[in-house]
């Protein structure tokens, strides 16, 4: 009888070694080493969107299409730089539906019931090091209209921002989705960010410093191409001799994605500048 037992007692043991094995074999993956790599740039004139870092940036999504699985989903979304590039070094290897999302038109749309209207992200196999340019329409473009000026520790800056799709255009694109409404073209605010980081916005900014102008219903359609002066905050001066960044940046009333509840910004490109002593 107790041998009885001990041989039971043996072969449980197996049987969970056994078991442990299985389930260490499943999960005893090679690290994921494969690179997607690129930018998100202006269709008309080539340059990168500036962006966010971080979740008010421009999103990219991979879905795995070769993966099988019944309960597939997509990967971990990741973010684009400020600059408008973008890089994850710790991808499968595989063939991926690739997109991206952003303060520009977005690239794949359809109506509210479900039926695709345009679809321009892109089946991509990911191998190695593989490169995967967007272009894209962006909503607005913003630019320093000259350097930045320094006076008592705070900055002025003139700003200029124009449409890169206009108000016609845009409903045309975004109407077929449903639920249109007028005021998703509409300007809504205008920011300069200030920081010590050369990654200066939203995510970087000394609140300190940084402001912002505010502008209600279409009123902002009549400084679309004019110069526009912003100050940095009335508050704390910035310290003298330091070096700061600053960036411009504008949004409309239109969530990206539809109903993500985040309208985010078109940005300037950052500039450097230093408070005299």
Known sequence: ??????????????????????????????????????????????????????????????????????????????YCMPNGEYRNTK????????????????????????????????????????????????????EFVEYPTVSSGRITAKVRVTRGISREDFRKAIEPMGGYDESFANITDIQLFVSYSSTVGFRARDERWSSSIEYEGNSFDELLGETITIKSTKGVAIPAGRHVFVRAAARINYETPRASGTRRWNYSKPMEVIIPE
Not at 117 to 129: L, R
């Open 1 to 78: 009888m107790i041998m009885k037992k001990y041989s039971l007692a043996l072969a449980l043991v197996g049987s969970f070694a056994m078991s442990s094995c299985a389930l260490f074999e499943l999960d005893n993956y090679d690290e994921p080493e494969e690179t997607i790599h690129g930018a998100v740039v202006d269709a008309i004139t080539g340059d990168s969107i500036q962006t966010d870092q971080g979740s008010e940036g421009i999103r990219v999504r991979m879905l795995q299409l070769d993966y099988n699985s019944e309960n597939i989903d997509h990967n971990p979304d990741f």
């Open 91 to 142: 991808v499968f290897k595989g063939l991926y539906n690739v997109r991206v999302d952003g303060p520009f038109v977005p690239i794949v749309r359809e109506t509210a019931d479900g039926v695709p209207i345009s679809d321009n992200s892109k089946d991509i196999e990911v191998s190695g090091s593989t490169e995967c340019v967007f272009e894209v329409t962006p909503f607005l473009n913003v």
